[in-house]
Nanobody, 125 residues
């Protein structure tokens, strides 16, 4: 089983940048996909970015394409989300997730079975 711990959230002004980290431990090799999801108050959880860990194929929500970048460091068992040109609409709790499923819809939260505790990102105008 995999354990995930996010870090790197905080408060930033619009136009700024943050980098989120997700440290994975346990049976990390079993995770075929890892992703970042976010949930704002009163809204459903949405997929932001995901990565197929075997082939480094990436997926992005339209709302973050060109601004966010997902990457992994296998030596450190860490997943990253570089967020640039942040907007107030990016304000949410951000969660890291992983799944051992080999065929999924990469930005669909129901396809992931392991979640971190989340890290808050707040963007002010």
């Amino acid at each position: 089983q995999v354990q995930l711990v996010e870090s790197g959230g905080g408060s930033v002004q619009a136009g700024g940048s943050l980098r989120l980290s997700c440290a994975a431990s346990g049976d990390t090799y079993s995770s075929y996909y890892m992703g970042w999801f976010r949930q704002a108050p009163g809204k459903e959880r949405e997929g932001v970015a995901a990565i197929y860990t075997r082939g480094v194929i990436t997926y992005y929500a339209d709302s973050v394409k060109g601004r966010f970048s997902i990457s992994q460091d296998n030596a450190k068992n860490t997943l990253y989300l570089q967020m640039n040109i942040l907007k107030p609409g990016d304000t949410a709790m951000y969660y890291c997730a992983a799944t051992a499923r080999r065929v999924i819809r990469a930005l669909r939260s129901n396809d992931y079975d392991t979640w971190g505790q989340g890290t808050q990102v707040t963007v002010s105008s």
